[in-house]
C-alpha cells in the first residue's frame, strides 16, 4: 500500500475517533452539566447554554487591536484572495464584528440572520440585542483555509475613551468571543504602541484565557533593527502591566502583506516569526477537541461553584422577618460568602467568578427564591469532572500526525540563501497560501540564487574584523567498534522514578490543563495545585523544585513532579529545599 494512502487512512481514522469523543462530550454536557446550569441560572450570572453548533463548530481565531494595526489585512494575507465585505485603510474602517467562515460561494450574511442559524456557533450573541447584531455579519468565501479554521475580525479601538458610546459592550462581547474561540490574536502598529483606556479593558476581559493569547507586532518593517528592539521591549513592557502577570506572552514579529519588505536585512527574522505564527494557526484543527474538553471542564468547574454560592446564599436567608436587610448584608460582605462557601465545600479559589461581577448580577435577583443543591446534581458535576472527561481524554488519538497538508502551505523561498542574494526579495509569496488575489491557487515556489563564493567572502570580510573565532579543531569520525554487539548479560536500563507509580494519573490531569507544544501555562497548573495544597509557602517551592528548566511552564513530567510533591506534602512530609537525584525527570537526566 502506497505511503501516502496508509497516512490519509490514518488521518480519517483519526478524524472519526475525534468526532466520536465530541459526539459524546455533547451527550455528556446535556446529560450531566447542563441541567445543573438551568437550575442555578448559569446563564443568567456567566454564559447562554451550549448549542450542538458550538461543539461542531471548527477552529476559531479572534484579532483584536486599536484602529489601523492591519487586522483586516492580516486575514486577506491568510486567506490569500479578498474576502466579502472587507474595508481596508489607514482610519478606522472596521466598524463592526465580522466572522470570516467558509462557503461554497461568497455573500456577506446579517448578523441577526447569522445568529438563528443552527449552522453557526453564534446562537448566543443573541442576548447583546439588536444593537450588536447590527454591527455583526458574516463574510462567507470559498477558502481552502477556511475547511479548516474561521476568523473573526473587530473593530479598531480608537485611542483614550472616544468609543464609549458604542451601543453595545464592546468588551463583554470580546469575552464571549474570546470563552468560545481557540486562539486570541491582539495585533500591534510597530508606530503606535500606546495601549488606550478601552483596549486595556478588553484585554482584562480575556482573563483566564491567557493560553490562547498571542501578540502580533505588525508592520515591522517599517523600522530598522535598533528601533525594532527598542519597540519589542516597550510591548512586552506595556503587556505585562496590563495582563499583571509575570509570564511572557508569546510576540510574533512580522509584516503580514504582500508588499516588498522595506528593510530586507530583516526578511530571515520575519520569514522565521510568519512560520512559527502560521505554524500554530495550523495546529489549531488538531488540538481542537482537546480545547473543546477544555473548556467544557473550566465550565463545569464554574458551574459547580456558582450552585454552591447559590444554595449558600438561600440557606442564609431567614423565613419571614428581615429577608431585606439579611439579603443586602450578604450583598455588601460578598467577599466573605465567598471565603466560607470555599472552606465548606472545599473549593479551590481559582475557580471562583470576579466578585464585582458577580455582585453586580445579584442586584435584581430574589436570594429567597434561589433553589439548593441536592446530592445529584452533585454526583452528576463529580463524575463528568473525575470519570468521564478522563475516560473521553483516553479515547482521543494518541499518533500525532501532521496536518500541515490540510491548510495549504508554498513551499517558500530559502531566506539564508536570499540574505546573500543579487535578486530583490521574494517576499511578494505568501508561505501560508500564495499571495492576494490568487483566489487560492498553486502554492509559489520562489528559489534564491547564491552569490558566488569569492564575492560572499569579500561582502563579509568587513563584518567580519576582528571577530572571527578561531578554526575549530576537525572532528575525527569514531571508528565502529568490530565488537560492537548486543551484550546477553547486560541489565536493562530502569530510571528510578518514583513518580512513575502514579505518572498515567497526573498524565490524564495534564491532557485535561489543555497543554500547548507540550507544556501548559502557570495560570493553568494554578487550579490543580491549589486544590492539593493550600499552604502558599509551600506551592512555592514546589513551583520551584518542579520547574526544573525555570521557564514559568511545565511539561508532563514537571506537571507530575509537582503533584507528587503535593501528594508528599499533604501526608505530612517535608518538601526538600533541593531536588534530590532520585527526583529529577528522566529527560533532564
Same mark, same amino acid.
Not at 510591548?235 to 502577570?245: D, H, I, N, P, Q
Given at each position: ?8 487512512? !490514518? ?21 450531566? #452539566? ?32 486599536? =484602529? ?55 446562537? $448566543? ?5 439588536? $444593537? ?53 490574536? #491582539? ?34 518593517? !517599517?523600522?530598522?533593527?535598533?528601533? #525594532? ?120 479559589? $481559582? ?86 488575489? $490568487? ?66 494519573? =497526573? ?83
Amino acid at each position: 500500500m502506497p505511503a501516502n494512502f496508509e497516512e490519509d487512512e !490514518q488521518k480519517k481514522e483519526n478524524d472519526q475517533a475525534t468526532k466520536k469523543v465530541i459526539d459524546e462530550l455533547k451527550l455528556l454536557y446535556k446529560q450531566k #452539566l447542563m441541567p445543573v446550569e438551568q437550575t442555578f441560572m448559569f446563564n443568567r450570572f456567566y454564559s447562554p447554554l451550549m448549542t450542538d453548533s458550538e461543539f461542531d463548530a471548527k477552529p476559531m481565531v479572534l484579532l483584536i487591536g486599536q =484602529y489601523s494595526t492591519g487586522k483586516t489585512t492580516f486575514i486577506r494575507y491568510l486567506l490569500g484572495r479578498n474576502f466579502p465585505g472587507q474595508r481596508i485603510g489607514p482610519e478606522p474602517t472596521t466598524d463592526r464584528f465580522v466572522a470570516v467562515i467558509g462557503g461554497a460561494e461568497d455573500r456577506v450574511v446579517p448578523g441577526n440572520a447569522l445568529c438563528v442559524s443552527p449552522e453557526f456557533p453564534f446562537r $448566543g450573541l443573541e442576548k447583546f440585542g439588536t $444593537g450588536f447584531l447590527n454591527h455583526f455579519e458574516g463574510s462567507q468565501c470559498d477558502s481552502p483555509v477556511l475547511e479548516q479554521i474561521s476568523l473573526c475580525d473587530t473593530p479598531g479601538i480608537l485611542a483614550g475613551r472616544k468609543q464609549g458610546e458604542r451601543g453595545y459592550d464592546f468588551k463583554e462581547i470580546c469575552a464571549w468571543f474570546a470563552e468560545r474561540c481557540d486562539l486570541i490574536l #491582539l495585533l500591534f502598529d510597530a508606530h503606535k504602541l500606546d495601549i488606550s483606556d478601552e483596549f486595556q479593558e478588553a484585554v482584562e476581559k480575556l482573563k483566564g484565557h491567557e493560553d490562547k493569547i498571542r501578540c502580533v507586532l505588525n508592520k515591522a518593517d !517599517q523600522i530598522d533593527r535598533q528601533r #525594532l528592539m527598542r519597540v519589542y521591549g516597550a510591548l512586552m513592557w506595556g503587556m505585562g502591566k496590563v495582563l499583571r502577570t509575570p509570564e511572557v506572552l508569546r510576540v510574533y514579529i512580522g509584516s503580514f502583506w504582500d508588499e516588498p519588505l522595506v528593510h530586507e536585512e530583516l526578511s530571515a527574522l520575519f520569514q522565521s516569526e510568519e512560520n512559527d505564527l502560521l505554524q500554530d494557526i495550523r495546529d489549531l484543527p488538531r488540538n481542537s477537541a482537546v480545547r473543546k474538553i477544555n473548556e467544557l471542564v473550566k465550565r463545569a468547574r464554574l458551574a459547580k461553584v456558582n450552585a454552591h454560592i447559590i444554595t449558600y446564599l438561600k440557606n442564609q436567608m431567614p423565613m419571614m422577618m428581615g429577608v431585606k436587610k439579611k439579603q443586602d448584608s450578604l450583598m455588601a460582605d460578598m467577599g466573605g460568602v465567598f471565603r466560607a462557601v470555599m472552606k465548606q465545600d472545599v473549593l479551590s479559589p $481559582g475557580d471562583f467568578p470576579d466578585i464585582n461581577e458577580f455582585r453586580k448580577k445579584l442586584l435584581e435577583e430574589d436570594f429567597t427564591k434561589f433553589p439548593k443543591l441536592n446530592k445529584k446534581h452533585l454526583d452528576n458535576i463529580e463524575e463528568l469532572l473525575t470519570v468521564d472527561i478522563p475516560r473521553l481524554m483516553e479515547q482521543l488519538p494518541k499518533q500525532i500526525f501532521d496536518r500541515s497538508a490540510e491548510l495549504p502551505v508554498s513551499e517558500g523561498p530559502n531566506y539564508e540563501d536570499e540574505m546573500y542574494s543579487e535578486k530583490p526579495s521574494t517576499r511578494g509569496a505568501n508561505n501560508f497560501i500564495g499571495r492576494a488575489g $490568487g483566489g487560492g491557487g498553486q502554492p509559489q515556489v520562489a528559489i534564491a540564487t547564491a552569490m558566488p563564493v569569492p564575492q560572499l567572502q569579500a561582502q563579509n570580510a568587513k563584518m567580519a574584523e576582528d571577530t572571527t573565532p578561531p578554526p575549530a579543531a576537525p572532528v575525527v569520525a569514531a571508528k565502529p567498534n568490530p565488537f560492537a554487539k548486543p551484550n546477553p548479560f547486560a541489565k536493562p536500563v530502569v530510571v528510578d522514578w518514583p513518580v512513575n507509580e502514579f505518572k498515567k494519573e =497526573y498524565d490524564v490531569q495534564f491532557e485535561a490543563c489543555g497543554p500547548v507544544d507540550g507544556k501548559i501555562s502557570g495560570d493553568a497548573a494554578r487550579g490543580v495545585l491549589m486544590e492539593l495544597e493550600s499552604d502558599m509557602d509551600i506551592l512555592f517551592s514546589i513551583w520551584e523544585l518542579s520547574d526544573y528548566d525555570g521557564d514559568g511552564e511545565l511539561t508532563n513530567e514537571e506537571f507530575a513532579l509537582a503533584l507528587y510533591l503535593c501528594s508528599l506534602s499533604k501526608k505530612g512530609e517535608t518538601i526538600p529545599t533541593t531536588l534530590p537525584a532520585n527526583l529529577v525527570p528522566p529527560s533532564a537526566r
